[in-house]
């Protein structure tokens, strides 16, 4: 059975940095890309960044680009996201996603999510 | 980056069959997928490239999708079913997903 466990969410004040982290379980975490979206309050989904297998590709979204670092650990199916310069419009829940199959396509495995808030 | 274009809401009575689409320019050129979202909980895979279940979602969830407008189709709705649910595809310009913007679902 998979599961996706994120952690590491909190409070942070605005230029203040957090990194989380995604614990996979169930399936050979090294066979599939990840991802991570958020979803701010009362708001819709929004992806945020993905890496390859082998950590040799990775892609962000503009918003986050320059200030956000997605990595992972296939020896411990761990896949993280280094956090920086966080902005009062980063305050969401971050949820870490496995493609159903491949690199792309549509998201099977969701974790439950964790909360960030950015906030002086 | 490509958009998704959701009505932001469809409301339905219990029993009956609620529509819900998601507009893109061609986007019957490329594969859709559909989340459900209860409230306080992570989105569920419903529908997958345009047409196909994955295991445990009932057959009562149908989607299509051609020219401009894919449907998530979903039959004999119960009060379970209230919910967000998003449109996805994969933007192969930009290389990575894009949702539409949501529509609730208000079960009446």
């Known amino acids: ?120 | 980056s490509y958009v998704l274009t959701q009505p932001p809401s469809v409301s339905v009575a219990p029993g009956q069959t609620a529509s819900i689409t998601c507009g893109g320019t061609n986007i019957e050129d490329t594969s859709v997928h559909w989340y459900q979202q209860r409230p306080g909980q992570a989105p569920v895979l419903v529908v997958y490239d345009d047409s196909d279940r994955p295991s445990g979602i009932p057959e009562r969830f149908s989607g299509s999708n051609s020219g401009n407008t894919a449907t998530l189709t979903i039959s004999r709705v119960a009060a379970g079913d209230e919910a967000d649910y998003y449109c996805q595809v994969w933007d192969s310009t930009s290389d990575h997903p894009v949702f539409g913007g949501g529509t609730r679902l208000t079960v009446l």
């Open chain 1, 1 to 120: 059975q998979v599961h996706l466990v994120e952690s590491g969410g909190g409070l942070s004040k605005p230029g203040g940095s957090l990194r989380l982290s995604c614990t996979a379980s169930g399936f050979t975490f090294g066979d599939y890309y990840m991802s991570w979206f958020r979803q701010a309050p009362g708001k819709g989904l929004e992806w945020l960044s993905y890496i390859s297998t082998t950590s040799s590709f990775t892609n962000y979204a503009d918003s986050v680009k320059g200030r956000f670092t997605i990595s992972r650990d296939n020896a411990k199916n761990l896949l993280y996201l280094q956090m920086d310069g966080l902005r009062v419009e980063d305050t969401s829940i971050y949820y870490c996603a496995r493609a159903r199959v491949g690199g792309s396509g549509s998201y099977i495995y969701w974790g439950q999510g964790t909360l960030v808030t950015v906030s002086s």
